[in-house]
Structures are given as structure tokens and as C-alpha cells.
């Protein structure tokens, strides 16, 4: 092996050693405990909080986040969706048309500078559909899109639930057949595989909007409060029969039916269902046969039935999903989505293009992943930079400079320290901060040499190194 050091320096004393304690302060911390002036600032100064139901990613959370969305996109890659994205802002009525009440209620909505009314996007599936509109045929269906963009909508704020948030979204046009379902369902599952979850963990209820509706005419319910009733069906596992049959009634639900709605609502398997409405029904015949194709993917153990079931949005016409934390109490959905085959007529279009598809959101994921400490350490402490260069005094920025770009030409994360170089202390403890492995000190005796001094942060040693040497320099080398 060819000598590349020209020696070890075995006497630290004339540089000084990392010390990882900052003592620098820029304001008091007592300053953060206010919390009157935390959004609305005090003596002319701006708020320095994000506003409510919003967040700042630093760079640990932006390393968390990073992590997931490559996660998210590694899983629907794997699976043939093709990345996409559209405006944040939209027409107002895209969203409000055809999106529910409930949705209706929450948006963020303004009139911009020409007067027109927008809103941000409160959820992808709206704009999806309009640009699939706008594209016209020269889509060639089937197509598997996937996007995550970020969503607001002005809710009640809750471990969990935020006013904006960003969401994985796949989706699938032009399938007709549970096989579009199965597939999502199978990439869901990959999904909740690769961050390390399983199926103790996680449980997808699947339910079916035809059934839903089969329901409501069977027991002769008004259609003009089939919505009402959806919307208290869907708070059975938060809040218990009682509490729905109690908003059953309140809407109009006589109690003989409110008993059959809350009887049909506690079915957790297909052979129950059987005995509401036969084996041979073809509702029943088409969920069996898409619990059998997720056989088939493997993931049967993350599937149930769930008769209580029903999604919010109103554009959902088939195959409903959620899927939930098995340990969550309340339950709260990490995830939903189903079928959406009559969206495009919704909007005018003359003709539909089935379709359906998922989101599922980065809060409550995060959460989940962090208390089951599944976030490894090594993502959420990723170093900013491997090396940190310093020029120990101001006239070697350029030599600095130099060896900085060196670095990053052969593609490797490089800083050079920018503050005032009068205390190397400080400069150690920078490097320390972001992570790095080692700093490449430019010294004037050294650098008249040809060399650099490099000193390992976490071996606590230090070598003065050929610069022609500095790419390829191993320390565990001088070991064999």
C-alpha cells in the first residue's frame, strides 16, 4: 500500500479539540414561554409562530419527512404509477360542486385580483379528474398516477390532525374490475411493510357504497337522508350504537329502523353479511372476490369487512377502504379512499371513465411511525455534510474555497465554515452540530506544503494529508 500521509500528528495540543457544547444564545428561552405573543407578536415585532394548524419542517423533520416520501414513492413506482401534480390553487367550484358538506365547510377560499373566486386544495381527487378532462383522449387508459402534494382544509384541530397536510394519493383510470382496488390495497400494504408496520399494527376496513345504498332502499329511507344517515353510520366506532341511534333519530330515523341501520352496522365479516343479504347477492359476490384477489397479493391479513364504513366525500360510488392503527382508541383513519366512477359527469363531461383510488396523509403516519420508534435514528440525524472545511484565518478563503469544490465535485456533501474564524472552538462545534464526520483544516505552514490538516470529530484524531491524497485519505488504512 503506497504512503499517502506524510505524518501523523501525534501532538493535538496545538489544535483544538470539538467541544459539542454551543454556549453561543441569540435570544432567551424564556422569551418562547409567552404564549400571548406567540401568533400575535408584541412591541411591533412579527408572531414567530406558524400560524395555527400549520408547521415548520426543521431539518431533523425535513429529514423525517424526506424518509417518508421516499418511502411513498419507492412503493408506488415499484407498483407502475407514474408521478404527477397540478396547481395548490383551484376555481372554488371544483371543490364545492361535488366534494360534501363537510368539505364544503372547510376550505380555505378567497377572490384573487381578477375577481374569481379559488380555493386551496382541500384533497387531490377534484383536480385529477379536471386535468384528466383537460387531457381528453390523449390519455390512454388505463392510467396509474400518484402524487403528494400538500392539502388544506380549516378543521378542528386534534392529536393527529392538522390544517394542512401532505398526502400520498394513488389513483387508477379506466378499470372497471376490483382488480384496481386489489391493487391499491396490495400497494397500501407494501407501503406499511417497508416503514416496518405489519398487520398487528394495521387493519384495512373495507366496505362497499352499493351495499350502503341497497341498505337504505331496502329499509325504505328517504333518499333525501341517505346522506345523513351515511354521515352517523360513519361515527360507529368513535362513538358507539347508542350515540348513533341517537342521531338517527334526530334526522328523521324511525327506531325500528335505527335498530336494522345499527344491527347491519356492527358486521366485521362477509358470512355475517350473508345473512343480510344472501350469499348469491352480487354486491356480496363482488367484495368476496376482492378479498380473494388480496388473498392472492398476500395481504388477506390487513383486510376486514367493516359495515360501518362510508368515506365522507360524496363522489364515492363502489368499493369504499380506511385503514386504521389497530392500537388507536378512538380509531382515527391513517388512510382512505375507494371507488369514483361517476366524477367526470359530475363535472359536465358527457361521458365517465372509471376510476378509483387512495390518500393517505404524512401527520398521522408520522406519528404512528415515531411512537413505534420506527424512524430510524440515522435518518432523523442525517449529517448535513460529511466534511466541513475551515481556513484558519481570513486570507485562506480562497485555498478554502478550493478544496470545498474539490470535495463536491467528486460528489461529496461538503461545507465550508462561513462565520469568523478568529476561535476555532467555534468552527469545531459547527461541525459538530451538522453531523460531520471530519474537518479539513487549511493551515498556512501546511498548505505551503501541499497539505491539509484532517481531524476526525468521533476518533478524536488528526492527520495532516497530501491534497492530491484528500478524495481517496482512509484512516481505518493506515490500520492494515
Not at 392539502?151 to 386534534?158: D, F, I, Q, S, V
Not at 341498505?215 to 360507529?236: C, R, T, W
Not at 392472492?296 to 362510508?310: D, Q, R, T
Not at 365522507?312 to 377502504?321: A, D, H, K
Amino acid at each position: 500500500m503506497s504512503r499517502i500521509i506524510l505524518h501523523r500528528i501525534t501532538s493535538p495540543s496545538r489544535f483544538l479539540q470539538s467541544n459539542t457544547t454551543c454556549t453561543q444564545r441569540y435570544f432567551s428561552c424564556t422569551q418562547l414561554k409567552n404564549e400571548e405573543h406567540r401568533y400575535k407578536g408584541r412591541n411591533g415585532m412579527i408572531a414567530f409562530d406558524p400560524i395555527a394548524g400549520t408547521r415548520d419542517f426543521l431539518p431533523k423533520q425535513m429529514n423525517e419527512r424526506n424518509w417518508l416520501f421516499s418511502k411513498m414513492r419507492e412503493s408506488a413506482r415499484k407498483f407502475g404509477f407514474q408521478e404527477y401534480d397540478v396547481p395548490i390553487l383551484e376555481p372554488e367550484d371544483l371543490y364545492k360542486r361535488k366534494g360534501g358538506e363537510e368539505i364544503s365547510q372547510q376550505m380555505y377560499c378567497f377572490e384573487d385580483g381578477s375577481g374569481q373566486r379559488v380555493s386551496l386544495r382541500p384533497e387531490m381527487t377534484p383536480s385529477l379528474a379536471r386535468m384528466v378532462l383537460g387531457q381528453g383522449a390523449s390519455l390512454i387508459m388505463p392510467i396509474k398516477y400518484f402524487s403528494i402534494p400538500q392539502c388544506w382544509r380549516y378543521e378542528t384541530m386534534t392529536k393527529g390532525r392538522r390544517r394542512e397536510h401532505y398526502q400520498l394519493n394513488l389513483d387508477i383510470w379506466g378499470s372497471k374490475g376490483i382488480c384496481a382496488e386489489a391493487e391499491l390495497i396490495a400497494c397500501m400494504c407494501d407501503l406499511f411493510t417497508s416503514l416496518g408496520l405489519t398487520s398487528s399494527d394495521i387493519v384495512i376496513s373495507i366496505n362497499n357504497r352499493k351495499i350502503l345504498q341497497y341498505l337504505m332502499n331496502s329499509m325504505g329511507v328517504p333518499e333525501q337522508l341517505h346522506s345523513s344517515v351515511f354521515i352517523a353510520i360513519d361515527k360507529f366506532d368513535k362513538i358507539g350504537a347508542d350515540e348513533v341511534t341517537s342521531l338517527l333519530n334526530e334526522i328523521g330515523i324511525s327506531q325500528e329502523t335505527s335498530k336494522k341501520i345499527i344491527s347491519f352496522s356492527e358486521i366485521r365479516n362477509i358470512k355475517e353479511l350473508h345473512s343480510h343479504m344472501g350469499s348469491d347477492h352480487e354486491l356480496v359476490v363482488e367484495i368476496e372476490n376482492l378479498f380473494h384477489l388480496c388473498s392472492c397479493y398476500g395481504v388477506e391479513s390487513f383486510i376486514e369487512f367493516n359495515a360501518s364504513i362510508v368515506r365522507g366525500l360524496s363522489y364515492y360510488s363502489g368499493t369504499i377502504f380506511e385503514a386504521y392503527a389497530r392500537d388507536r382508541v378512538p380509531p382515527r383513519a391513517l388512510c382512505g379512499g375507494g371507488r369514483y366512477d361517476n366524477i367526470l359527469t359530475m363535472y359536465g363531461a358527457a361521458n365517465d371513465i372509471p376510476a378509483c383510488g387512495f390518500g393517505l396523509g404524512d401527520v398521522m403516519m408520522l406519528e404512528i411511525l415515531r411512537e413505534k420508534k420506527l424512524v430510524p435514528e440515522s435518518v432523523i440525524n442525517e449529517p448535513a455534510a460529511k466534511s466541513v472545511v475551515i481556513p484558519m484565518n481570513e486570507s485562506l478563503r480562497g485555498e478554502a474555497a478550493q478544496v470545498v469544490t474539490l470535495l463536491r465535485k467528486q460528489g461529496t456533501a461538503a461545507d465550508v465554515y462561513v462565520g469568523r474564524v478568529n476561535k476555532l472552538k467555534n468552527a469545531l462545534n459547527f461541525a459538530d452540530r451538522v453531523g460531520a464526520e471530519r474537518v479539513i483544516m487549511i493551515m498556512p505552514d501546511e498548505w505551503a506544503n501541499g497539505s491539509v490538516v484532517v481531524k476526525y470529530l468521533r476518533r478524536k484524531e488528526q492527520f495532516e494529508v497530501r491534497l492530491q491524497d484528500l478524495i481517496t485519505f482512509d484512516p481505518n488504512d493506515l490500520e492494515k
